[in-house]
């Protein structure tokens, strides 16, 4: 493969950024916000002439890498640390320095009351540089580094307000979530490292072929629980709609446009794993499906604006899963649904935050109404976002979700029926709950009180969301315009054969937008002509309550896990502490030293931990003995 | 008629542990004759002049293996080399914290809350026999990994252990506690002494040897009564076991560790750890190789339950020291993983991970020293919150020592247990694999916690302060916040270097 020794400069701009706001502390406090900002957009520029460059080479001499050093080498396993850009991983790189970028000047603006900017701004090129990291890696390890950079960026993002006990709260079950996701990954590594004898991309791809399903299999489902954790699909989603509780402009970049769909970027990278392992892929068409209906549900029954937007990240990822569990023929409608939906997901955010900017902070849309008349800007880039989320054409929305859709029902079969019904419910159910969202906000009565002073956001919060919105618009169309992001892409799986067609694709369009015009119809008449309460009824259906309770998601973690967790735990403590001692007291006191020194100042008696130690001597003895039989 | 024989000793290989000893002699002549004012510098001096002396004899002698370098009972090769080496490198960083005076009690005879006490606190007397002391300990920890008799292994057991007891009651403050855990320490080491030695009598009457290279052959031959060994391979883990803490013989380590000075406990978690897993390395993989299939099951086990028993209880420690001493029982549950490996790369991968857990050991608790209030360390976790915003340089170095614990990519921690862990599944061991990586991730849950703790809570306003590091400690912190870094992101020269030195000759 060809070296290009100028892939490190997309992740050394934003490190070196994040390293100098840091360490010079306070003397960057003036201009720390602006560096930052110029750093991540020449890394964008840096990716534009990597993609220029990349254009003008020939299919197979597109991907390039770059190896930095020698990481690792023990006997015959070597891993270097090296970079590798192809048509995937630049797809991400303009993305993740794009989209930062727009981020990196909504936050000038938004955290400039802040006197932390800094700091914060330090932690948003962290956070760039760590996830360039990740979808540069040329390597499982190489990626594992960016995986955990990123977790620990977000944290650091999370936490950044971190005056309310909630937020810490927040950090927290995120943190117990992705743990597990990292867990699936160092599983998958080291499983491919023992029986592969590799770690990297192309290494596991060209063991594939020889090595047992049942190998595969095991790395497979390793990688889904990693995707899993980080793209909050079921069963480890509960963490995202808490994660909400960061400044806005961390939840638009972190938790819509780049690090959750991390997960979509493992599973398509892997594609050489699940195509060999057809039950770890079967996994990720259903977790991608539950997902996909669960984040609609949750998402029509929050009044947090946050809220809802990030159960609809969850189900829009779910698509995105969905479609890279249908093998060669969804890989690129995945990636295409990531990057139009890092579009309007992310301008929608940023939408919410500027509306929570004009309203005081608050989130609760029932407090909102008639926004449109005092924030147009706003109003026209989140409808934007809005009539491409819900698949409305010719907005991007509806060009890839489209093409999630029919590709699930051409997947044959029963199955292709389920999936893809599952998926067509799934667009109606979106566009209810974000017609809600328009309506609550935007177009409804004002229901706010007369203190609030609503408010259009300053040019350096709306031109992003404008450069956004221009995004939602264009690039559904100019991606799928003569299947340009699928042959741009297909150098890098392994098609095979021809998919037969369940229905044609037009049927497919309509019946999708027939879905998309009941969703609408219908929030519209309960919202639009009816009244809005100020707060939420409590006589609500039984399936409403369960909704607004995400499900029952957090009370059956609780039950499952948090609660035997803690039993486990805190009767280890005991055993540690006290019941060796209860056990020995009837043997008898020991006389041991001269007592009054050794009064009980720790819980701990000498005698006891001796019995122990005689106790485990005998288990030990005996556990030898039955071997040896 | 027994014939004796005069010993034949090879000076140049024995070197690295005669000087050690050397020093220590000095030192006691010091306590004796020279004048109190000078004692503190000079012994420092002796202290420091020995161990790199040393080191630098070991780095001379480093080629030169040898089976008979003291007729049989010493045994020096390049797994001996690394080990001796990883103890004096760690040794050394200690020194450097011990060096900080104001841990240890003014003078070690008088009654906790007594009138001479507070005399010997006034007149700022200082016990400077802590490092002939720990001289000492460093000898016989060295002696430790390359003994080959049983006799010697006991000898260096004993030197190493004694002056320990001694070192973990000497604490400035919270004296009884201190002294709790010191004879706390002695008695449960001693009782585990007694199994040790059983141990040796069971593999006498097995093998009616004592060296390793004749009970192996015993081994090999198989014309030994097999209850012997079972018995003498169980009563020497016993005592083995107890050293590294490995759960159920791991009751003393909070204690102690809390109690003892933080500056001993820095140096016993770091060195004491590398001595005792070097000599079960040897004992394990030269002398009962062949009769894996006896003692490999129970130790399984028994790392199995470490791991998890570790990971899980230090998540409800409130005391910064509780919480590094269970946090040190799980490690140990991780080592013993490349014990029962029995391959070549379970031997490099235990001997890089005790490298690199010691230096981070040596640097978490360098930091615990540098947290203060007027009475003394502050080691209850919650007023730590809020540390990273008064002091941003301690609270992430000690957030990178816990993210090296952690097993976090970039830090040491992670290669460690990533060639631990892959060394563990290509000995056939998933269930090793699976609970190790489970627990390191229960363990990152309260390092992490730890980290979160100091940055994201608001400071607690009372009087917790974290002092100026004297300039020895700042030496101490530095190397280790380096190291520890370093070799996560480059660690190919000393992996390499260790995989082309670390072979235990028969």
Redesign the interface.
Known sequence: MVTNNGIVYLIALPLIGSLLLLLLGRKADKWGHLLATALSASSFAVGLFQLSEMLSRETENRPVTQKL???????SFNVDASLLLDQLSICFVLLITGVGTLIHIYSISYMSHDKDRRRFFAYLNLFIAAMLLLVLGDSY?NL??GW??VG?AS??LI?FW??KQA??TA??KA??MN??G??GL??A???A??SLGTVSFSGVKEQAHYASEATMTAIGVALLIAAVGKSAQFPLQAWLGDAMAGPTPVSALIHAATMVTAGVYLIVRSNFVFEAAPTAQLLVLIVGAITLMFGAIVGTAKDDIKKVLAASTMSQIGYMILGAGLGPAGYAFAIMHLLTHGFFKAGMFLGAGSVMHGMNDEVNMRKYGALRKFMPITFITFGLGYLAIIGVPPFAGFYSKDMIIETAFNAGGLKGILLGSTALLGAAITAFYMTRVMILTFTSPKRWDEDQHPHESPILMWAPMAILAIGSVTSGFLLSRGNALKHWLEPLFEEHGEHQELLAPIVVSGLTLLMVAIGVASAVIKYQLSDVDEVAPESVSTFTRFARRDLLQDDINEALFMRPGQA???A??KI?ERV?DGAVRGIGKIA??SGA??RK??T?Y?R???A??L???V???A???V??Q | MINFYSPTLEYSLLAPILIVLGGALIGVLIEAFAPAASRTRSQLFITLTSLVLSLAALIKVRNEGSASAAMESVTFDGAGVLLQASILVLAIISVFLLADQENFTALAAALPGSEQERDSLRQDLKVTEIYPLTLFAVAGMMLFPVATDLITLFVALEVLSLPLYILAGLSRRRR??S???A??YF??GA??SA?FLMGIAYLYGYSSSVSLSGIHAAVVGGSGN?IYL??G???L??GL??KVGA???H??TP?VY??APTAVTAFMAAATKVAAFGAMLRIFYVCFAEAY???R??LI??ALVTMA?GS??A??QKDVKRMLAYSSIAHAGFLLAGVISLNK?GL?ATIFYLFVYGVATVGAFAIVTLVRDSAGEVTDLNRWSGLGKRSPWVATAFAGFLLAFAG???TSGF?GK??I??AA??SGSTAI??TG??A??IA??FY??VI?LM????PIEDGTTVVIPSLFTQVAITISTVITFALG????PL??FI?STAQFIR
């Open positions: 050093f020698n990481w690792i080498s023990v006997g390890l594992y580094v955990e950079g620990l944290y650091l936490g971190n005056q937020y810490a950090s927290k943190f117990v743990r597990i990292d867990m160092s599983f590594i080291m499983i490292f023992a486990i735990t805190s280890l403590v540690d060796v041991i030293g020194q050794l100042v720790q701990g000498v006891s931990y001796a122990l130690i106790v485990g001597a288990a030990l003895i556990a030898i003995w071997v040896t | 009884l506690m002294q709790e855990s004879l706390k008695l449960l009782f585990s199994f097999d079972l018995l391979i169980a009563f883990s016993v076991l107890f759960v159920p013989f009751a003393w204690d809390q109690g299939w006896q003692w099951p129970a086990a028994i028993f899980l209880v998540i409800a790369s490099d976090i990519p970039l290669i990533f060639a862990f892959s599944y290509e694999l699976i990586v489970l390191s991730a990152a849950f992490i916690r979160v940055f994201f809570k608001d992101i480059y660690p190919t992996i390499n995989q």
